[in-house]
């Protein structure tokens, strides 16, 4: 029970921190700067008030449950807590665990346990020195984080991390070639390493058909007539408004881009979900460009978004996925994206969507007029999209999976 007076105080500042909810700042994990956050996240700040007050109860509890445990017998996978991609990885990798056979421990046991096995979805948490100082064998997916990025110094602080002791890591995912590379580079045994995109859970993200496609865009309000693009990345820094741009993501190269379609087609409706959107809504509006912001209820909502598009656009400059790149391939969106992330290892230029330079604003614009100028080509790019997104389902995925699994953990009775 937590009786003391600093638990009293430990309680009654989570509680307050807990109730301010948006209004409270923190640092953006991939940012590396303040803003609002969402009260998810204030929640679990309000949590990590708490927690150091009960923690050596805790410990010596879960110590005497697990001491018995034989080594490397249970495999923790461990998310961010944000109810973000990296949480969605977590759980599918713990899914694909369990069905494979291994004992999968609960992610807040971790760090209380010794000599268990341990994979972390945040590369950033994985090289803190709390963990690469533990009894524990750890992997970790390294997604992005280019070292000598301008802004971006904590980029430079894990690789030089990574560099420095990197036979530490038995298994380390990475989603793409440049990273596979750059994590080989820093020292890495190529045989430890295992390139496993992002992958996509089909059943959630349907076909478009004239229907579908129908019946969203009146659920969003927008144009039945509309050449309506999207615009489904998180560029702005914070969980908040997102009025300071995220430069690794393009949101500038993105309303340039928007902004030279616009003038060529004035039917152009640009559609944007999320939060943290504030810099390019106002870039926008200063251009004149057409546009609505929705922040979607469920992620049903993001399906419905995907079937009112005709194009999606990625305009990023550095990336671990993303995701939406598979989405919009899932759902027959056609795609223009920049050569960042796993979106290179993806796409086919021409077959499946249209690839263009990082810091090409003309070319995405470019690949965005073909496809409303040449109907047969959308419609290509839908069948093979989705294609490629079969190929990188979940289900597809899995045996790699199993791959890096094998021999990091061990199954009860093997």
Request: net charge neutral; proline share 7%.
């Amino acid at each position: 029970m937590l009786a003391a007076p600093a638990a009293r105080d430990a309680v009654r500042d989570a509680a307050i921190l807990a109730s301010r909810g948006p209004e409270t700042t923190a640092r953006d994990r991939s940012g590396g700067r303040r803003g609002r956050v969402s009260p998810m996240t204030a929640a679990r700040h309000a949590r990590s008030l708490v927690a150091p007050v009960g923690r050596p109860v805790r410990q010596a509890a879960i110590g005497r449950r697990t001491r018995d445990w034989p080594d490397r017998s249970r495999l923790f996978v461990l998310g961010d807590e944000l109810g973000w991609a990296l949480d969605d990885e977590a759980a599918y990798v713990t899914a694909v665990a369990r069905e494979a056979g291994y004992a999968v421990g609960p992610p807040a046991w971790a760090r209380f346990t010794r000599r268990q096995v341990v994979f972390h979805t945040s590369h950033f948490a994985a090289l803190d020195p709390r963990w690469t100082g533990s009894s524990h064998r750890l992997g970790m997916a390294y997604f992005h984080g280019r070292p000598g990025t301008p802004g971006f110094p904590e980029f430079d602080g894990a690789y030089e991390s990574l560099a420095r002791d990197p036979d530490r890591f038995d298994r380390i995912q990475v989603t793409h070639r440049e990273i596979e590379l750059l994590v080989v580079a820093a020292g890495v045994d190529p045989t430890r390493v295992h390139r496993i995109p992002i992958g996509i859970e089909l059943d959630r993200f349907p076909l478009v058909d004239s229907g579908r496609r129908d019946a969203a865009r009146a659920e969003l309000g927008l144009d039945p007539d509309a050449f309506v693009v999207g615009s489904f990345q998180k560029d702005g820094v914070g969980m908040g408004d997102g009025d300071e741009p995220k430069v690794i993501k393009g949101p500038d190269v993105l309303v340039e881009a928007l902004a030279l379609v616009h003038g060529e087609l004035e039917r152009l409706v640009v559609l944007l979900t999320g939060p943290a959107r504030g810099y390019v809504r106002a870039a926008l509006e200063r251009r004149g460009v057409p546009h609505v912001h929705r922040l979607l209820p469920d992620r049903d909502g993001l399906t419905a978004a995907y079937h009112a598009l005709d194009a999606h656009l990625v305009a990023s400059r550095q990336e671990g996925g993303p995701k939406s790149v598979l989405e919009s391939m899932a759902t027959g969106v056609p795609l223009v994206t920049t050569r960042a992330g796993q979106a290179p290892d993806l796409v086919v230029e021409g077959v499946n969507g249209n690839l263009v330079d990082v810091d090409d604003p003309v070319g995405l614009a470019a690949g965005l007029l073909q496809l409303e100028r040449d109907p047969a080509l959308a419609a290509r790019f839908r069948r093979a999209g989705r294609v490629t997104a079969e190929e990188n389902s979940h289900a597809s995925l899995a045996p790699r999976w199993r791959a890096l699994l094998e021999g990091f953990a061990e199954r009860p009775g093997g």
